[in-house]
T-cell receptor, first 115, second 111 residues
Framework: ETGVTQTPRHLVMGMTNKKSLKCEQHLGHNAMYWYKQSAKKPLELMFVYSLEERVENNSVPSRFSPECPNSSHLFLHLHTLQPEDSALYLC??????????????FGDGTRLSIL | KQEVTQIPAALSVPEGENLVLNCSFTDSAIYNLQWFRQDPGKGLTSLLLIQSSQREQTSGRLNASLDKSSGRSTLYIAASQPGDSATYLCAVRQGAQKLVFGQGTRLTINP
């Protein structure tokens, strides 16, 4: 039990589909993150939320739309994706954004494949 | 722009050997450095976190060092076991929320 749960674990979709990734954390944390892990590239930070407010958008295309309805849940809405968006999408949480020494806890990710 | 490099990209050693994984970063203005482990198809598990004011951290058979001035960190694994096989990621923290990752070292321990 990692404390951070992501669903679905695997998702295959066409370029014209609309789908959503879900992340739920059971750790009482106030900050949540979306990362993208592509083959042969380092993990890339996409979005950061603190107390349900987006505090960072790391130049992510608008076909990715995050939503944080409360501090325990984070969604990533997907529409009109491209083949290069195929990757492992990881969610993480941390206690909050203050200070620099709080570890981030990661979920197991959603493996996304775009046809 | 911060860049994190991990060498080697892949490493295969016999069981029982001690080994060292390397991580280097270009900007020494960091809050901390973390080592993670990632098993196939899984997320990241935090192994060790070294604050910028610290030189090393230890947990069981793992020891991580940090030389901030030279932009280097090492992860030392003693008496390696097949269960240690995984990808090891190094990440530096800049700002309150930004982790910058290396590409990882894929480690295989042969029984």
């Amino acid at each position: 039990e990692t404390g951070v749960t992501q669903t679905p674990r695997h998702l295959v979709m066409g370029m014209t589909n609309k789908k959503s990734l879900k992340c739920e954390q059971h750790l009482g944390h106030n900050a949540m993150y979306w990362y993208k892990q592509s083959a042969k590239k380092p993990l890339e930070l996409m979005f950061v939320y603190s107390l349900e407010e987006r505090v960072e958008n790391n130049s992510v295309p608008s076909r990715f739309s995050p939503e944080c309805p409360n501090s325990s849940h984070l969604f990533l809405h997907l529409h009109t994706l491209q083949p290069e968006d195929s990757a492992l999408y990881l969610c993480a949480s941390s206690q909050d954004l203050r200070g620099g020494n709080q570890p981030q806890h990661f979920g197991d990710g959603t493996r996304l494949s775009i046809l | 722009k911060q860049e994190v490099t991990q060498i080697p990209a892949a490493l295969s050693v016999p069981e029982g050997e001690n080994l060292v994984l390397n991580c280097s970063f270009t900007d020494s203005a960091i809050y901390n450095l973390q080592w993670f482990r990632q098993d196939p198809g899984k997320g990241l598990t935090s192994l060790l976190l070294i604050q910028s004011s610290q030189r090393e951290q230890t947990s069981g058979r793992l020891n991580a060092s940090l030389d901030k001035s030279s932009g280097r960190s090492t992860l030392y694994i003693a008496a390696s076991q097949p269960g240690d096989s995984a990808t090891y990621l190094c990440a530096v923290r800049q700002g309150a929320q930004k982790l910058v990752f290396g590409q990882g070292t894929r480690l295989t321990i042969n029984p």
